[in-house]
């Protein structure tokens, strides 16, 4: 006789915070479709994933990167790096950052898993569970996977004001009103070359940035993390925050996201580390003891390779000026891309933030995921987000830069009439 077993429903072994999550980043969809779409012989734009790529749609890489990976001897690169990170390593990323500055004197780190690795150390070794992280509006939608991941939040501040600049304002009220509520705060600020509107703070912002930050740190703990993934691209100097971040120092906790991914072209790497910086000695044996403890309880250690090829570049002087030479080529190709960019959307009078370099740029618009579905019936494809479409000159040939901003313009047209007001995003 057979016997057939009742249907039943069962409660998933997952815990219930993880029974609905995604299992795919949106960005990556996007891209598979676009690359699907190209194998079947469509003529494609794909402006979606965040890697530079050169004008014949290969990833542009930085041979240099590679020849000081062929050095590493087998027997080390095989071996255990040290959980916190290679000393040398860690050493030179810091004087990467601020040369024979003060603040080279007074930081720590710890190797992490590219940049992201770093800002996962930052939020759980500076927030709460149940706290929420700052940064704008406009942000890298990890930042929300991260946060909610380690049991924390996000919350924002308009990044632009009405004239078209930081929202000094916005993240006045929102610090303010975050440290009475949690006591602390945990600022994500991505920048110069911002994911994924391109923007960067101008001298004036970064004063105002400084001034509300020594305002306010008598009311909580501040811990200040610059996100510096794209940096190394900006057209003009990434290290212009540094004085400011030194007089802060003490006040606030400086932190910086660092990683080889972008700057050196080494995205699967997975290369970074966490820098933090504070005058009391204490303070960053502490640091450096937590940051340690949080690698141990997560990866345990990082590429050891990778680690001991950056440091050769960085601390090797004749290979320094090699990887940045073959970085300038690269930035000169980027440049060529935002400068067709700013003259075709200036032309199609779209409304974007102030754009001089960098991976992406932000397009404001009512409906970002109807325009960028009327663009994918063009072939075009870009990432919508709240408020706008991401559009990833990383990856866009300046030759098809017209045909992109025409697609975008008539989008933007047909689907959020009205959108093209430079406030619309104020």
Not at 70 to 90: H, N, T, W
Not at 315 to 325: C, K, V
């Amino acid at each position: 006789m057979n016997v057939r077993a009742t249907a039943t429903v069962r409660p998933s072994f997952l815990i219930p915070d993880c029974v609905e999550r995604p299992g795919d980043d949106p960005i990556f969809a996007l891209n598979a479709e676009a690359a699907k779409r190209k194998a079947a012989g469509r003529k494609v734009i794909n402006a979606t994933l965040g890697a530079l790529m050169d004008d014949a749609g290969e990833l542009a890489v930085m041979q240099s990167v590679f020849d000081a990976l062929a050095r590493v001897p087998a027997k080390k690169a095989a071996g255990y790096a040290p959980i916190a990170g290679v000393p040398r390593f860690l050493e030179l990323v810091i004087r990467d950052l601020y040369g024979d500055g003060p603040l080279a004197a007074q930081s720590v780190a710890a190797a992490t898993p590219g940049g992201t690795g770093a800002l996962h150390h930052a939020i759980v070794n500076f927030l709460e569970p149940g706290q929420a992280l700052l940064t704008t509006d406009f942000y890298w939608g990890p930042y929300k996977t991260l946060a909610e991941h380690t049991r924390r939040r996000v919350e924002t501040f308009g990044m632009f004001d009405r004239a078209g600049r930081f929202g000094i304002e916005n993240f006045e009220r929102a610090l303010a009103g975050q440290l009475a509520r949690q006591g602390r705060s945990l600022i994500l600020l991505n920048t110069p070359c911002h994911n994924p509107t391109g923007y960067a703070l101008d001298e004036r912002e970064w004063a105002d940035l400084e001034r509300v930050l020594r305002e306010q740190a008598p009311k909580g703990q501040i811990v200040l993390l610059v996100d510096f993934a794209y940096a190394r691209f900006s057209p003009g100097a990434a290290e212009a925050w540094v004085r400011h971040a030194e007089r802060l120092v003490g006040d606030v906790l400086v932190l910086v996201a660092y990683t080889a991914s972008k700057s050196f072209t080494q995205y699967g790497a997975r290369i970074g580390a966490l820098v933090a910086s504070h005058p009391d000695e204490l303070e960053r044996k502490r640091i450096s003891a937590a940051l340690s403890y949080s690698c141990r309880g997560t990866w345990s250690n990082c590429n050891h390779a990778g680690q001991l090829a950056i440091a050769e570049l960085l601390g090797d002087p004749a290979q320094r000026a090699r990887a940045d030479r073959e970085r300038d080529v690269l930035r000169t190709l980027l440049l060529e891309r935002v400068q067709a960019f700013n003259a075709a959307a200036q032309a199609a009078k779209l409304a974007y933030p102030r754009y001089d370099g960098g991976f992406f740029v932000t397009v404001f618009c009512k409906d970002g995921d109807r325009v960028a579905a009327r663009m994918r019936d063009d072939d075009v494809f870009v990432v919508p987000q709240a408020g706008g479409v991401r559009i990833a000159l990383c990856s866009t040939p300046a030759a098809d830069v017209p045909r992109l901003v025409d697609a975008l313009a008539r989008a933007v047209a047909a689907g959020a009439p009205g959108s093209h007001d430079a406030e619309a995003r104020a």
